[in-house]
């Protein structure tokens, strides 16, 4: 199966810039799609095919990356954007989902 | 707008089959490249993919749960099925049901319902 590596927890300051990283452990090609889940919610899509922004989503949020490696990108962050992000790939058989990333806002 | 919303048992034993219904809104199964999907957390894997099926009635599996899964649909009603046969305990979790496009990305997804494997 096609693991995907993401860093377990990351905290940043309302207003910043902040970029989660996916590294897949074979190529993926742009079969990668971004998704936030809030405590006691579903997850939610953010990003599909590795840059394209989902419906409803703020433009604050964008993707980008090929191949294995892949960044979510959320500026400015704001309050509301504590959260788990998950990525998920779409192009090996079965798909697979990162074990998320917990985003802090400090 | 899209809405899902799964049901099920709730609560099963040990070697028991779980039966999960998929009831949505919003789309149809009878459009072309539309498709259900299947998935759980689980405190033990985390968001694992179970299967999908298609308009068209094709239907794909995650292969380490193959011969476990089965999926259905009625259409016309707009829901989706999904049965797991002989569970235990790893299979404690969230289940959820979801719109998938052609790109195989899972677009809406249902509230999400919890079922429990215990003796």
């Known amino acids: 199966d096609t693991v995907l590596t993401q860093s377990p927890a990351l905290a940043v300051s309302p207003g910043e810039r902040v970029s989660i990283s996916c590294r897949a452990s074979?190529?993926?090609?742009?079969?990668m799609h971004w998704y936030q889940q809030k405590p006691g919610q579903q997850p939610k899509l953010l990003i599909y095919k590795a840059s394209n922004l989902a419906s409803g989503v703020p433009a604050r949020f964008s993707g980008s990356g090929s191949g294995t490696d892949f960044t979510l990108t959320i500026d400015p962050v704001e309050a509301d954007d504590t959260a788990t992000y998950f990525c998920?790939?779409?192009?090996?058989?079965?798909?697979?989902f990162g074990s998320g990333t917990k985003l802090e806002i400090k | 707008q899209v809405s899902l919303k799964e049901s099920g048992p709730g609560i099963l034993q040990p070697f028991q089959t779980l039966s999960l219904t998929c009831s949505f809104s919003g789309f149809s199964l009878g459009t072309s490249n539309m498709g259900v999907g299947w998935i759980r957390q689980t405190s033990g894997k985390g968001l694992e993919y179970l299967a999908t099926i298609w308009w068209d009635d094709d239907k794909y599996f995650n292969p380490s749960l193959n011969s476990r899964l089965t999926v259905s649909k009625d259409t016309s009603n707009n829901q989706a099925f999904l049965k797991i046969t002989s569970v235990d305990t790893a299979d404690t979790g969230t289940y959820y049901c979801?719109?998938?496009?052609?790109?195989?990305?899972?677009?809406?997804w249902g509230q999400g319902v919890m079922v429990t494997v215990s003796s």
């Open positions: 979801t719109q998938v496009p052609g790109c195989n990305s899972f677009d809406y």
């Open positions: 074979e190529g993926v090609n742009s079969y």
């Open positions: 998920q790939q779409s192009w090996n058989d079965p798909f697979t």
